[in-house]
């Protein structure tokens, strides 16, 4: 039962470099989304995405970029990263439905230099 | 606009003692709220949630949490703490309408229980 999978869990980058975050799920779900974590700023949702061929900006979206081509898939874009890109990225999906728990990947962790 | 406040950056409790980790938050309307588990190192994991129905909601690993809707708060709870209970801990809320895909998460707390 695999969950949510990122890949991959460590990467550092120069700045203006781009790379691509991996995120899949097997559990059918419609809903998935991509948050990153800060020291003293919880967790702030990036992009969302509620079916394939559908998603939408979050709280923090610049200098990121999604798509979804499948249910399963659902990839975060750095474009040219930044310094201020340097996080914790979380994948997570749920059954759509605000009552319905996300369940979240193990995490990314991204250094730009 | 929604929010949750997590007044304590760190909470430090004896094993053995019971231990509450305090959330508040604001939503219009009613809320769904969760409460979130990390480990060093490691993703969110789930413990319990507040939809609808009995206040007090029962989790994961004995864990608890009270609903109080004239307080806004959601404060989770274990009777007697344990040592491998010490991670960051976060409180989160939704807004339960239709078309509500935002979980807004707060800061965390982070708990050590103390041998």
């Known amino acids: 039962n695999a969950g949510v999978t990122q890949t991959p869990k460590f990467q550092v980058l120069k700045t203006g470099q781009s790379m691509t975050l991996q995120c899949a799920q097997d559990?059918?779900?419609?809903?998935m989304s991509w948050y990153r974590q800060d020291p003293g700023m919880g967790l702030r949702l990036i992009h969302y995405?509620?079916?394939?061929?559908?998603?939408d900006q979050g709280e923090v979206p610049n200098g990121y970029n999604v798509s979804r081509s499948t249910t399963e898939d659902f990839p975060l874009r750095l474009l040219s990263a930044a310094p201020s890109q340097t996080s914790v990225y979380f994948c997570?999906?749920?059954?759509?439905?605000?009552?319905?728990?996300?369940?979240f990947g193990e995490g990314s962790w991204l250094t730009v230099v | 606009a929604q929010s949750v406040a997590q007044p304590e950056d760190q909470v430090n409790v004896a094993e053995g003692n019971p231990l509450t980790v305090k959330c508040t938050y604001s939503?219009?309307?009613?809320?769904?709220l969760f409460w979130y588990v990390q480990y060093p190192n490691r993703g969110l994991q789930f413990l319990l949630k507040?939809?609808?129905?009995?206040?007090l909601v029962k989790g994961s690993y004995g864990f608890e949490a009270e609903f109080n809707k004239s307080q806004t708060s959601f404060h989770l709870k274990k009777p007697s703490a344990l040592v491998s209970d010490s991670a960051l801990y976060f409180c989160?809320?939704?807004?339960?309408?239709?078309?509500?895909?935002?979980?807004?998460f707060g800061k965390g707390t982070k708990l050590s229980v103390i041998p």
């Open positions: 997570a999906s749920s059954f759509e439905g605000s009552g319905n728990t996300i369940y």
């Open positions: 559990m059918n779900h419609e809903y």
């Open positions: 995405s509620v079916g394939a061929g559908i998603t």
């Open positions: 939503v219009s309307g009613n809320p769904y």
């Open positions: 507040y939809i609808t129905g009995d206040n």
């Open positions: 989160a809320v939704k807004w339960s309408g239709a078309g509500s895909y935002q979980l807004t």
